[in-house]
């Protein structure tokens, strides 16, 4: 018995045999849209995910990867990797993002955590530092959650609180600025009646300043790191209702990219630079624009520019956000507390495991997977392998990424027979998918649809099962489009290229000459999602599922 008094011990399938060799193979960004030109998983050679779609239909299916189904506030959340292989693994759906943020401030929760109590050392002699997208978008951050952080730091003890804005205008209508402006001023002005120092200090348009991606741009963090923690910028403003008005004036401004602009006392000497002893949050809950500022806050060892200055501060994310850079160290709400993984049931019940890719997602298979755990549940029964990325490179200049030598490490696990279950990720159309670069993302789709076929080869050798399924979108679009989805054209006439995820469904197939006859996708669950893909491989393997895990979406049927 476990120590919650629950059993490890599954219970056998009536109908499916248990002993054969399950693979179990993420293709990482690999959504399923109409074909075009754009679609690079469309015009991509993938003879082996083809002959899966245009197969047995009861073999062959889609699920959701995105909002709800894997944790997410709303059907307006894109999936991401981390959540996509926690619901993966852990065959429930567990709060994620946003709605971790939302109930830890319901609850309070977040002022009893670590992360709190590390930057909470710094109100009685130190400025607390908000940095955030302000926005009702919900996307990256949102309004409410800055406005109650806010309420809550200043009633712990806060006494000066400077707030860093950066202007929305992508995720909400250009030129809603100056609207959530004015009411972030309004609740300053409250606190300030109350006693807290409270102003903004700082601002900027989130294309322009701070929210870069990918490392696709330092000089947009630059541009940040001046205005807020040097307190220099080319715009100069006693008030920030006043700066955004006035920056909206010139021509062709838009939110998105208004200049970088502090604010001003009345000698001209900024308001809230960063400065040593002080705490530091970016307020985003969504990670991929967090990670690049919270490296020039963290990291010592830092040459992306020059930094000038480097106070010495205590920093937190909302969250985490990198769980494989562990960045940053500290966070304001934790992550998911995630039990009772399918990969730890499956260990206790004898399921020997070999889990692989590379080194860009080797934590998805492994740590995320298990339900964001480091190392093994029992190192006699599995194997994790990690080949090294291409370092010093972007992924488009070798798209073909290590696709094939995942292939081939996992298709030697198959034949060694000393598996009963094979786990990989390929990472391809999401990592090279994310450059914008169409040609590339072309040839690593091919890639990976050739690493597939090594390991479905290797399971038909050994009379085995496998399950082929994806975590999110993002090959399969590689434009931005209009409402009517057609694409959207840049001021030169160009495309406007997409290198974020999606919100398509995945593609799942099932088969293998180890699949018992009969055995199909169920016909009523239309809209299962990722959680459901655990029980589902828990059925492969011959169990029954926990009775509180997302249902499997197979049957046996007499035929």
């Known amino acids: 018995m476990g120590s919650s008094g629950f059993s490890w011990k599954l219970a056998d399938h009536p109908k499916l045999p248990k002993g054969k060799t399950v693979a179990v193979v993420v293709l990482d960004g690999w959504g399923e849209a109409k074909p075009d030109q754009y679609n690079c998983i469309h015009v991509a050679e993938t003879p082996t995910m083809d002959s899966l779609k245009k197969g047995d239909p009861d073999k062959w299916r889609l699920?959701?990867?995105?909002?709800?189904?894997?944790?997410?506030?709303?059907?307006?959340?894109?999936?991401?990797?981390?959540?996509?292989?926690?619901?993966?693994?852990?065959?429930?759906?567990?709060?994620?993002?946003?709605?971790?943020?939302?109930?830890?401030?319901?609850?309070?929760?977040?002022?009893?955590?670590?992360?709190?109590?590390?930057?909470?050392?710094?109100?009685?002699?130190?400025?607390?530092?908000?940095?955030?997208?302000?926005?009702d978008g919900g996307v990256h951050s949102r309004l409410d959650q800055l406005l109650l952080l806010l309420k809550g730091s200043s009633e712990r003890g806060a006494k000066r609180i400077r707030v860093h804005i950066l202007t929305d205008g992508r995720d909400v209508l250009d030129g809603s600025s100056v609207g959530f402006v004015e009411t972030l001023e309004n609740y300053l002005a409250e606190l300030r009646g109350k006693g807290v120092d409270a102003q903004i200090a700082s601002g900027g348009g989130r294309m322009y300043v701070t929210m870069d991606r990918y490392e696709n741009d330092w000089e947009v963090v630059k541009r940040g790191w001046d205005a807020q923690v040097l307190g220099e910028a080319p715009f100069k403003f006693r008030?920030?209702?006043?700066?955004?008005?006035?920056?909206?004036?010139?021509?062709k401004a838009s939110d998105q990219y208004l200049p970088p602009f502090v604010i001003a006392d009345e000698s001209g000497?900024?308001?809230?630079?960063?400065?040593?002893?002080?705490?530091?949050?970016?307020?985003?809950?969504?990670?991929?624009?967090?990670?690049?500022?919270?490296?020039?806050?963290?990291?010592?060892?830092?040459?992306?520019?020059?930094?000038?200055?480097?106070?010495?501060?205590?920093?937190a994310g909302m969250l985490q956000y990198d769980g494989e850079l562990k960045l940053p160290s500290h966070y304001l709400v934790s992550p998911p507390e995630i039990d009772r993984t399918s990969g730890e049931y499956l260990v206790h019940n004898g399921v020997r495991t070999f889990a692989c890719s590379e080194t860009v997602k080797f934590g998805h298979v492994t740590f995320f997977w298990n339900g964001n755990?480091?190392?093994?549940?029992?190192?006699?029964?599995?194997?994790?392998?990690?080949?090294?990325?291409?370092?010093?490179?972007?992924?488009?200049?070798?798209?073909?990424?290590?696709?094939?030598?995942?292939g081939e490490k996992v298709r030697d696990a198959i034949l060694s027979g000393k598996f009963d279950q094979v786990r990989v990720n390929i990472p391809n159309g999401d990592m090279v998918g994310h450059t914008g670069d169409i040609?590339?993302?072309?040839?690593?789709?091919?890639?990976?649809?050739?690493?597939?076929?090594?390991?479905?080869?290797?399971?038909?050798q050994v009379g085995g099962i496998y399950v082929v399924t994806a975590d999110h979108g993002n090959a399969e679009d590689m434009v931005k489009r209009n409402k009517t989805g057609q694409p959207l054209l840049d001021k030169g006439g160009k495309i406007q290229i997409l290198t974020s995820h999606t919100c398509?469904?995945?593609?799942?197939?099932?088969?293998?000459?180890?699949?018992?006859?009969?055995?199909?996708?169920?016909?009523?669950?239309?809209?299962?999602?990722?959680?459901?893909?655990?029980?589902?491989?828990?059925?492969?393997?011959?169990?029954?599922?926990?009775?509180?895990?997302?249902?499997?979406?197979?049957?046996?049927?007499?035929?």
């Open 439 to 460: 040609e590339a993302t072309v040839v690593a789709c091919k890639a990976a649809d050739e690493a597939v076929k090594m390991i479905l080869d290797a399971i038909e």
């Open 269 to 315: 000497k900024a308001v809230g630079p960063i400065v040593d002893g002080d705490a530091v949050v970016t307020i985003n809950f969504r990670a991929d624009r967090m990670v690049m500022v919270a490296k020039a806050f963290e990291y010592e060892d830092f040459d992306k520019f020059d930094r000038v200055r480097v106070p010495k501060i205590r920093y």
């Open 239 to 251: 008030n920030a209702v006043e700066a955004v008005k006035q920056l909206r004036q010139a021509p």
């Open 63 to 135: 699920v959701k990867a995105h909002g709800s189904a894997v944790g997410l506030p709303t059907e307006d959340d894109m999936g991401n990797s981390e959540v996509g292989h926690n619901a993966l693994g852990a065959g429930r759906i567990f709060a994620q993002g946003a709605k971790l943020v939302d109930l830890a401030l319901e609850s309070g929760k977040i002022y009893d955590g670590e992360g709190f109590k590390y930057i909470s050392e710094c109100f009685e002699k130190g400025t607390l530092h908000l940095i955030g997208l302000l926005s």
């Open 504 to 559: 398509q469904p995945v593609p799942i197939a099932i088969g293998g000459p180890g699949l018992a006859p009969g055995c199909r996708f169920r016909r009523d669950l239309p809209t299962g999602g990722l959680a459901n893909v655990a029980a589902t491989v828990m059925n492969l393997h011959g169990f029954e599922p926990p009775s509180d895990y997302e249902p499997s979406l197979i049957e046996v049927v007499d035929i």
């Open 373 to 406: 755990r480091s190392g093994y549940f029992n190192e006699g029964l599995e194997e994790y392998v990690e080949i090294p990325s291409d370092s010093g490179i972007t992924f488009n200049v070798q798209p073909k990424m290590k696709a094939l030598e995942i």
